[in-house]
C-alpha cells in the first residue's frame, strides 16, 4: 500500500467527486490520505471529510499564507482542537517569502505557536518552507531546543542546507510530484540523503501533479508516480519504496490506523 501523508480533499471537493477520488486512490494501492489544514475558520470542512472516510485523517493548523487573518500567538486552540481522534498532525504551518502573502513576522509568530502545540500534544508538526530555508532552520531549532517534537518538512522545495538541519532533529521529509519533474534534481539529491526509516511521499493535491499528469488538477491516486520516480532515484523495487514509506507514516503518524488488511 501507499499512502498520501499530504493532501487538500476540501479543496479537492469544490471541483470533484470526493467518492470518485477516494475509489480511485484506493484502486491505485493508496489505502491511507491526510487531509490538511490551512485554516482554522475551514477546519469543521477538513474534520467532516475525515470523518466521512475510514481511510481519511486530517490536521489543524494555519497555513503561512493565512497567518495574517488567522495566525495564532497561543497553543490552546489548536491543542483543543487536536483532541479530535480523526486530527493526527498540527499544521500545516511554517514560513513562505515567495509570495509573502501574510507578514513574516505573523507568520513566525504562529510557526512557533504551532510548534508549541506540536510538542504539548506530541502531533507530528507539518512545515511548509518556501524561499525561507535559514529562517526555518532557525525556528525548528530553537523550538527543539526548548523540548523536542516528531516533524516532517512536508513537500521538501527547499535546499540541502535545511534538509540537513531538519534530519539532524530527526525529523521526517517528504517527497512530492516536484520528484518527478525533470529539472528537479537537487530534490532528488535530498532523497538520496533522507535515511530509509524517515521518508514519506504525498501529493500535496490539487497542486503540483507529478510528471505525467502535469499541468493537470493532482489528486491522491497520483502519488504512484512520485513513488515510481523514487524507486528509480533510490535504486529500490516498489514493493520496497511502498513498505518503507508505509511504516515510517504510521511511526511519525502514530495515531492513525493502519488498515487491517495492510497490517
Given at each position: 500500500m ?5 493532501c487538500?480533499l476540501d479543496m479537492?471537493?469544490d471541483?470533484?467527486?470526493?467518492d ?8 491505485a494501492g493508496?489505502?491511507t490520505m491526510?487531509t ?7 477546519w ?7 470523518e466521512?472516510y475510514d481511510n ?8 503561512p499564507?493565512?497567518?495574517g487573518p488567522e ?6 486552540k489548536l491543542?483543543?482542537l487536536?483532541?479530535?481522534?480523526r486530527?493526527?498532525?498540527i ?7 515567495h509570495y509573502d ?5 505573523a ?11 506540536a510538542?504539548e500534544t ?9 524561499e525561507?530555508?535559514e529562517?526555518t532552520a ?5 523550538g527543539y ?13 527547499s535546499?540541502?542546507g535545511l534538509?540537513e538541519?531538519?534530519l539532524?532533529?530527526?525529523f521526517?521529509?517528504?517527497m512530492?510530484?516536484i520528484a518527478t519533474?525533470?529539472?528537479?534534481e537537487e ?5 538520496r540523503?533522507?535515511p530509509?526509516h ?6 500535496d ?8 499528469r502535469?499541468?493537470?488538477?493532482n ?9 515510481d520516480s ?9 514493493a ?18 493502519r ?5
Amino acid at each position: 500500500m501507499l499512502v498520501d501523508s499530504h493532501c487538500h480533499l476540501d479543496m479537492i471537493a469544490d471541483h470533484q467527486d470526493l467518492d470518485e477520488v477516494v475509489a480511485r486512490a484506493r484502486r491505485a494501492g493508496v489505502q491511507t490520505m491526510v487531509t490538511i489544514s490551512t485554516t482554522l475558520s475551514g477546519w469543521d470542512r477538513v474534520k467532516e471529510i475525515a470523518e466521512t472516510y475510514d481511510n481519511v485523517w486530517c490536521s489543524v493548523g494555519v497555513h503561512p499564507h493565512e497567518a495574517g487573518p488567522e495566525g495564532q500567538s497561543a497553543p490552546d486552540k489548536l491543542i483543543e482542537l487536536a483532541q479530535h481522534p480523526r486530527v493526527v498532525g498540527i499544521g500545516e504551518s511554517g514560513l513562505d517569502y515567495h509570495y509573502d502573502n501574510s507578514p513574516r513576522q505573523a507568520q513566525a509568530e504562529s510557526f512557533r505557536t504551532h510548534i508549541v502545540a506540536a510538542r504539548e500534544t506530541g502531533l507530528p508538526l507539518i512545515v511548509h518552507a518556501r524561499e525561507a530555508d535559514e529562517d526555518t532552520a532557525t525556528i525548528l531549532r530553537e523550538g527543539y531546543d526548548q523540548g523536542p517534537f516528531p516533524c516532517v518538512m512536508h513537500c521538501f522545495s527547499s535546499g540541502v542546507g535545511l534538509a540537513e538541519a531538519a534530519l539532524d532533529l530527526g525529523f521526517y521529509i517528504s517527497m512530492s510530484g516536484i520528484a518527478t519533474f525533470k529539472k528537479a534534481e537537487e530534490i532528488r539529491e535530498v532523497a538520496r540523503m533522507v535515511p530509509e526509516h524517515r521518508l514519506l511521499v504525498e501529493t500535496d493535491a490539487p497542486y503540483l501533479a507529478p510528471t505525467p499528469r502535469r499541468g493537470k488538477p493532482n489528486e491522491p491516486s497520483y502519488v504512484s508516480y512520485t513513488a515510481d520516480s523514487l524507486c528509480e532515484t533510490l535504486g529500490l523495487t516498489r514493493a520496497e519504496l511502498e513498505r518503507r514509506t508505509t511504516d515510517n507514516f504510521f511511526r511519525l503518524f502514530s495515531r492513525a490506523e493502519r488498515p487491517a488488511d495492510a497490517a
